[in-house]
């Protein structure tokens, strides 16, 4: 009975997703990947997995899988970039660097 129970809460939670914003299948990407790793799952087997899934053929590494382990063990206790420095960093790097309107076809 759980199993069943379990796949019916996989598939609301799936077709759910496939109407997200980038940023909650991002996290639920990142929580994911995070409880895999916790649960001793190798880095490996989630990126190969990642790759996979990627629907832009995008190539993941156990690097990259431990990274997203990082930001979900620090996403437990707060967001590590803030709204605020998020806008700040990118007008700043607006700022110095000229959008493609401006520049002058050579």
Known sequence: MK?????AFDSINDGIEKVSSPSA?????????????EEGVSPSVIALQMTENSPNNT?????????????????????????????????DQRGRIPSSGDLAPQ
């Open 3 to 7: 199993d069943i129970i379990d796949t």
């Open 59 to 91: 190539e993941y590494t156990p690097s990259d899988v431990v990274t997203l382990g990082k930001v979900y063990e620090d996403s437990k206790t707060k967001v590590v970039l803030t709204a605020k420095q998020t806008r700040a960093l990118i007008n």
């Open 25 to 37: 299948r991002a996290g639920s990407t990142t929580e994911r990947a995070g409880r895999m790793l």
